[in-house]
């Protein structure tokens, strides 16, 4: 593996586990300072597009980065990880451009359904239900158990999908709720 792809891979790690952090305080947020005039959530609800938009944008560029020029080959697992955030590009693309805020539930549930997508790899990836893992055996299939990254002792890939999943919830729950009036 060339030493880009490590220094990558050491970096997307870094920011994962930032965003992680990123995560639990909009969460302390949402319990102990949960007020419509609080600067930090009014922050994230301006900007929740724009933020779910680079995200999504990140997201696909790297998965893609990862298969087609590294060529590590995706899991079934990662397919149908990438079939929801994907679209979100083309969602928050959209909202950027039309500005109706109509976007909201569906991004939502496409991001629900991204984020127990890979709940369930890391469960594989971490050794559980050995017998449903995706792969068959054949030589032609990539079994969701292999670690690409793995940094840290916890960070893979699909634990970066899975706190980018998270974070997606999280802003656009906040706008939601900033938004009732």
Same mark, same amino acid.
């Given at each position: 593996?060339?030493?880009? $792809? ?22 302390? %947020? #949402? ?5 419509? =005039? %609080? /600067?930090?959530?009014? *922050?994230?609800? =301006?900007? +929740?597009?724009?933020? !779910? *938009?680079? +995200?999504?944008?990140?997201?696909? /560029?790297?998965?893609?980065? @990862?298969?087609?020029?590294?060529? #590590?080959p995706p899991c079934e697992l990662c397919w149908m990880q990438r079939i929801f955030i994907y679209p979100q590009v083309i969602l928050f693309g959209m909202e950027l451009y039309k500005k109706e805020k109509m976007i909201? =539930?569906?991004?939502?549930?496409? /991001? #629900? $359904?991204? +984020? &127990?997508?890979?709940? *369930?790899?890391? @469960? $594989?990836?971490? !050794? ?19 670690? @690409?990254?793995?940094? #840290? !002792?916890?960070? +893979? &890939?699909?634990?970066?999908? *899975?706190?980018? !999943? ?10 939601? @709720?900033?938004?009732?009036?």
């Amino acid at each position: 593996m060339p030493a880009y $792809v490590e220094n990558l891979n050491y970096i997307l790690s870094l920011g994962t586990i930032a965003l992680q952090i990123f995560c639990f305080i909009i969460v302390a %947020n #949402f319990l102990f300072f949960r007020k419509r =005039d %609080n /600067a930090f959530l009014k *922050f994230l609800h =301006d900007y +929740t597009f724009i933020i !779910g *938009f680079l +995200t999504a944008l990140g997201a696909t /560029a790297l998965s893609l980065f @990862y298969s087609s020029v590294v060529g #590590f080959p995706p899991c079934e697992l990662c397919w149908m990880q990438r079939i929801f955030i994907y679209p979100q590009v083309i969602l928050f693309g959209m909202e950027l451009y039309k500005k109706e805020k109509m976007i909201v =539930d569906y991004s939502l549930v496409l /991001a #629900f $359904v991204g +984020t &127990m997508i890979s709940l *369930f790899h890391i @469960y $594989v990836e971490n !050794g559980g239900a050995a017998n449903l893992a995706c792969s068959t055996g054949s030589t032609t299939e990539v079994s969701c158990a292999i670690r @690409y990254i793995y940094e #840290f !002792g916890y960070v +893979t &890939m699909p634990v970066m999908a *899975f706190s980018m !999943g998270v974070f997606m919830i999280l802003i656009l729950s906040n706008y939601k @709720y900033m938004s009732r009036k």
